[in-house]
């Protein structure tokens, strides 16, 4: 079963965003671009910004160490300072690299790939070295078992949909001219979800299902609002 759980990671992390790059290129053309800027807009916000000011300059502060032991706080920290930081960047790359490629399909292919590098980077990397492991006969120095690697593979592929919707989202703004309301709507909505990952266990004491199930319906709903939003402006054009 464990072979199954890290396979199927592999598929989530790999295959299913860059599948769905294929499939998005097969409806429009420049959806490449749209989706490696996508995967820039994490890295350099994330990996280059925000996670060394985390790990390498906050903890300098008492504040953030006091800030450590309250679990809202902390998980409400988390949480908007990843909207803000993934979201601006999100509403930067598609307002000022994006001019032409703005459809439906450019959307589905940013979200794939800021999504998608974030999947490949976080898990993807690691399930690939376990299943080397695994299969070179050291699975039982593995510190997971099956179960932990569907619920991974699971959760990366809510958080690809939530990227996916809030990348939509922001689109909608920037097409409707309506950008900041569409920006803080996305903004609050990955507060909310990277903040439950803290509070619910910290302040509720939910299990790592009860995170996952939470996870997956703000990831859905998400996912469901920016295709509504976008596919009106697209009917509103036609």
Known sequence: MLITGLIYCVIVCF??????????????????????????????????????ILQLVLPQYAWFAIMQLNPWKYGLFLGLSAGIFEEVARWV??????KEQRTLAHGLAFGMGHGGIEAMIFVGINVVVCLGMLLGGQGALLPLGPWDAFLAGGERLYAIGFHVGATLLVLKGIRAGKALRYLISAIILHGLLDAAIVILPGVYGVGQMGVWLYGALAGVL?????????????????
Not at 28 to 50: E, L, N, P, Y
Not at 222 to 238: D, F, P, S
């Open 222 to 238: 998400t996912l469901a609002a920016g295709l509504i939003c976008i596919r009106k402006t697209e009917c509103q054009k036609k």
């Open 93 to 98: 790359c598609i307002r000022f690299l994006m």
């Open 15 to 52: 295959v299913v965003p860059l599948g769905g790059l294929v499939l998005c290129a097969r409806r429009k053309k420049g959806v490449g671009k749209a989706f490696f800027v996508g995967a820039a807009a994490f890295v350099v916000s994330q990996i280059c910004v925000r996670i060394p």
